[in-house]
């Protein structure tokens, strides 16, 4: 007689395959385990140093004012992430999920409490306790505390679960590619904007003035959760009743909106696979027959199709042109803006040079097999950096001009553009670089995966290295710069444009040199790297 198998419980099994995806993702790599754990470090330092920061708020009259916006501004962070970073975890990828026979219901318990698990939810831990202390008074401030840290972790993490869920299919689907840009503008736009207000926090008089905006914010869930410890702490009993049942009310929204996208997701056809394919009408002719020919024109073209046809390399070109114009407008228009933020909308660009071949996920492996040399190599490179520039160059001239424009300092808008155009220099050169040493995959089969499992650190601290020895690159000509506005020499200002301009050209051509024999060296683990997606 055959005994039935007992039904597995969906949720541990779930934490034991997250436990088991980060363990094996630490296997085999020292670089990678020691990415991750400074990656860990940083966080526990930094959210020791919030937590204490925030507990000596304690007794300050506008404690709940701070604390308040802290929490929306945490839930603006968890809702913006995941559709621009790597989670750099499978089973947060409802779409690996389909063809199994799962019940929607236990596979959201499951998923959320997976999603627990984590550097992102332990620096919310941090946060929220140091929230809580900040303002938590007496014995059912206490109380309510215990409540509303889960609860704001849960409705931070549902609230990112719900969205990447709603929007897993959305940047891989052709009819979604220019609502995934416009949301994605969208949601630069709104993080821009709450970032000047959060800025204001510590502007003299900013509390008071943002007094209003709490008032309003305490009510917005899952920011109530620490608005209902505030209320009670203040003896408002009722208050803190009410903002307790909408942050539950608003908890069991999301779980509900999250299973309804995992049932559409399951049960629903891909729209990406049935839709007729798109007429092409392009074979070479306009525009693209004023790119060089042989190799460097054909390369040129790849890497600017990609920019216009790829959802992901689209959606990163769009998001980089946005804040590197929205910084510097906002600023000037704030009256705290300043000629030289210029440099922001080229750096914001100059990203776009780094992990040149991941890029081209497994595709890479047909480029591969025309590179047999260093000077194939040099030339590949080159091309990718040229048709970065036709984007790069005009849209930093364009920004600097408008910035000058804006707070009124032409005398000072030679010496930007300048040292802009050596940071877009600098940055070519350290992205190629980092292109050949560091590749990593960029996933296809996720909407809001840009890493592969257990390369999220790694994509992290090659683009952040490389920036600070752009800067680094970049001294001569910061620090010319610094002189002529310290000492007031805006008539050699004018010396550091053909300055930045040659100093660029050098930085890009020294960084294709360097890159090019590591590149024609390391091809075959660049490939397995870029492959792993």
């Known amino acids: 007689m055959t005994t039935a198998t007992p039904p597995v419980a969906l949720t541990p099994l779930f934490v034991r395959l997250k436990l088991s995806l980060l363990r094996n993702g630490l296997k085999g790599s020292s670089k ?25 708020l304690r007794g300050n009259a506008q404690a709940g004012t701070v604390v308040v916006l802290l929490a929306a501004i945490l839930a603006l962070g968890w809702t913006v992430m995941p559709l621009f970073f790597a989670a750099g975890d499978e089973t947060l990828d409802p779409s690996r999920l389909v063809m199994l026979p799962l019940r929607p219901r236990p596979l959201v318990r499951a998923l959320l409490v997976s999603s627990l698990v ?94 209003p905006v709490e008032a309003v914010v305490r009510w917005l869930p899952p920011a109530t959760a620490i608005g209902m410890v505030d209320s009670v702490s203040e003896g408002a009993y009722a208050r803190a009743a009410a903002q307790l049942l909408l942050t539950l009310g608003a908890l069991a929204l999301l779980l509900w909106f999250w299973e309804r996208g995992l049932t559409k997701l399951m049960v629903a056809p891909d729209g990406s696979t049935i839709s007729a394919a798109e007429p092409r009408g392009d074979r070479g002719t306009g525009a693209w027959s004023l790119l060089p020919g042989g190799r460097t024109g054909a390369a040129m073209q790849r890497t600017l199709r990609y920019a216009v046809r790829d959802p992901k390399t689209k959606s990163a070109f769009v998001t980089a042109l946005a804040l590197g114009l929205i910084v510097p407008v906002f600023n000037a228009l704030q009256g705290t803006g300043s000629v030289y933020l210029a440099c922001f909308g080229a750096g914001m660009l100059g990203i776009q040079m780094y992990n040149q071949f991941g890029q081209d996920t497994s595709a890479f492996w047909m480029v591969a097999q025309t590179i047999s040399t260093t000077r194939d190599a040099y030339v590949e490179l080159r091309a990718r950096a040229a048709a970065l520039a036709l984007v790069t160059v005009p849209f930093t001239v364009f920004v600097a001009v408008v910035t000058a424009a804006l707070v009124g300092d032409w005398s000072g808008f030679p010496a930007a553009l300048g040292l802009s155009l050596a940071l877009v220099g600098a940055m070519f050169c350290t992205g190629a670089v980092a292109s050949a040493r560091f590749a990593y995959s960029i996933p296809t089969d996720g909407a809001f995966k840009n890493v592969a ?49 040659a100093w660029g050209l050098a930085a890009a051509w020294a960084g294709l040199r360097l890159a090019a024999p590591v590149v024609a060296r390391k091809l075959p683990e660049i490939l397995l790297a870029v492959s792993k997606g």
């Open 32 to 56: 990678r385990k020691a990415v991750w754990f400074t990656t860990l470090a940083f966080a526990l330092v930094v959210g020791f140093f919030v937590t204490l920061g925030l507990a000596l």
């Open 118 to 211: 984590g550097i992102g939810p332990l620096f919310t831990l941090c946060l929220a306790v140091g929230s809580v202390i900040a303002v938590a008074r007496g014995a059912a401030g206490v109380a309510a505390s215990v409540v509303a840290v889960p609860l704001l972790i849960l409705g931070c993490v549902a609230l990112a679960r719900a969205v990447a869920t709603a929007n897993v299919r959305l940047l891989t689907s052709r009819k979604g590619r220019d609502l995934a840009l416009l949301s994605g503008l969208l949601i630069a736009v709104g993080a821009q904007v709450a970032s000047f207000a959060s800025q204001r926090l510590f502007e003299v008089g900013g509390l008071t003035q943002l007094e």
């Open 453 to 501: 499992p257990g390369q999220g650190g790694l994509a992290w601290m090659s683009i952040f290295g490389g920036m600070l020895v752009a800067a680094v690159i970049c001294a001569p000509v910061i620090a010319l710069t610094v002189y002529t506005a310290v000492a007031d020499r805006q008539d050699i200002g004018w010396l550091v444009l053909p300055l930045g301009i």
